[in-house]
């Protein structure tokens, strides 16, 4: 299966633009022969919002706008696309990771993680459990940027059966290391295909690092982007090998398995409450 990252910048409150050049990528993916092109968070709307009211002028409700010029554009190509917005309901603005392909909108998540940065400051936290869609054939799990940063968000996902776990992400400066770095150890301690997908440009003085990459179930990275260019990132993905979780190095000398060999009974502290307050309860 190929896969695509889609690094590109975004123009903050031009839903319909946005969706438009995203649905411009999956066309051209989909020609080469992409099943699953996957684009930055908030690629629809935008991520720096001053203030609630101002995200949810431009939120969504999932019925039509970016879902409806995505679904056409996977329609046209057979294909499939995870992308970012934010999804807006009577009551809450989530920030969201949606799932669309030839028949529609097949799943959502809402970003578990919020940091104290742009529109996160006012977001909803995710209320949905983690979960997993199948996409031809490969078991594909959802995460949002900060999420990442959280090595339980994509445990649980393997945990599940996951072959893929996709990262929209807008790592501003300061998230280097974990482009570089933590992206690959998530993949290789689950045994699993990371690929994490951020923006490029500048929205109201922040700046955006690029940096995205897909990276194989050993860690290895596969591709990665540039700091500061949009690029689109194309990998071969085999979800039989995110399934072998059996690693023998050396016949009865060396075989590692990090699902069977963890020890849950140890791992209490991880699920204990915090006592901490957080940088939103603080107001930063």
Same mark, same amino acid.
């Given at each position: *299966? !190929?896969?695509?990252? %889609?690094q &590109?910048?975004?123009?903050?409150?031009?839903?319909?633009g946005?969706?438009?050049r &995203?649905?411009?990528?999956?066309?051209?993916?989909a020609?080469?022969?992409?099943?699953?092109? %996957?684009?930055?968070?908030?690629?629809?709307?935008? =991520?720096?919002f001053?203030?609630?009211?101002?995200?949810?002028?431009?939120?969504?409700?999932?019925?039509g706008?970016?879902?409806?010029?995505?679904?056409? #554009?996977?329609?046209?190509?057979?294909?499939?696309?995870?992308y970012?917005?934010?999804?807006?309901? /009577?009551?809450?603005? =989530?920030?969201a990771?949606?799932?669309?392909? $030839?028949?529609?909108?097949? #799943?959502?998540? +809402?970003?578990?993680?919020l940091?104290?940065?742009?529109i996160d400051?006012f977001?909803? =936290?995710?209320?949905?459990?983690?979960?997993?869609?199948?996409?031809?054939?490969? +078991?594909?799990? &959802?995460? @949002?940027? =900060?999420?990442?940063?959280?090595?339980?968000?994509?445990?649980?996902?393997?945990?599940?059966?996951a072959?893929?776990?996709?990262?929209?992400?807008?790592w501003?400066?300061?998230?280097?290391?974990?482009?570089?770095? #933590?992206?690959?150890?998530?993949? *290789?301690?689950?045994?699993?295909?990371? !690929?994490?997908?951020?923006?490029?440009? /500048?929205?109201?003085?922040?700046?955006?690092?690029? +940096?995205?990459s897909?990276?194989?179930?050993?860690?290895?990275? *596969?591709a990665?982007?540039?700091?500061?260019?949009?690029?689109?990132?194309? #990998?071969? @993905?085999? $979800?039989?090998?995110? +399934?072998r979780?059996?690693?023998?190095?050396?016949?009865?000398?060396h075989?590692?398995?990090?699902?069977?060999?963890?020890?849950?009974? &140890?791992?209490g502290?991880?699920?204990?409450?915090?006592?901490?307050?957080?940088?939103r309860?603080?107001?930063?």
């Amino acid at each position: *299966m !190929l896969i695509a990252a %889609v690094q &590109m910048d975004v123009k903050i409150g031009d839903v319909a633009g946005n969706s438009k050049r &995203m649905a411009d990528f999956i066309r051209h993916n989909a020609s080469g022969g992409v099943r699953l092109s %996957v684009f930055p968070e908030c690629a629809a709307t935008g =991520y720096c919002f001053d203030s609630l009211e101002e995200g949810r002028q431009y939120g969504e409700t999932l019925e039509g706008g970016s879902v409806e010029t995505l679904t056409a #554009a996977c329609r046209a190509g057979n294909t499939y696309a995870v992308y970012g917005t934010l999804e807006k309901t /009577e009551t809450d603005l =989530y920030n969201a990771a949606v799932l669309v392909g $030839p028949q529609g909108l097949i #799943a959502t998540y +809402r970003k578990v993680h919020l940091p104290w940065l742009g529109i996160d400051k006012f977001t909803t =936290y995710g209320d949905r459990a983690f979960d997993l869609h199948e996409v031809d054939g490969v +078991r594909l799990g &959802m995460n @949002i940027c =900060y999420d990442s940063g959280f090595p339980e968000s994509s445990r649980c996902l393997a945990l599940l059966g996951a072959d893929l776990v996709v990262l929209p992400t807008n790592w501003p400066p300061g998230a280097e290391c974990l482009a570089e770095h #933590a992206i690959r150890t998530r993949a *290789m301690e689950n045994g699993i295909y990371y !690929l994490a997908v951020n923006r490029v440009g /500048e929205e109201r003085g922040t700046t955006f690092i690029g +940096r995205s990459s897909i990276c194989a179930p050993n860690g290895d990275v *596969m591709a990665m982007a540039s700091a500061g260019h949009e690029e689109i990132l194309i #990998a071969e @993905i085999d $979800p039989e090998r995110a +399934r072998r979780k059996r690693i023998v190095r050396s016949p009865g000398k060396h075989v590692i398995d990090r699902v069977a060999d963890r020890r849950p009974d &140890m791992y209490g502290p991880i699920v204990a409450p915090s006592t901490l307050r957080t940088p939103r309860q603080d107001g930063g």
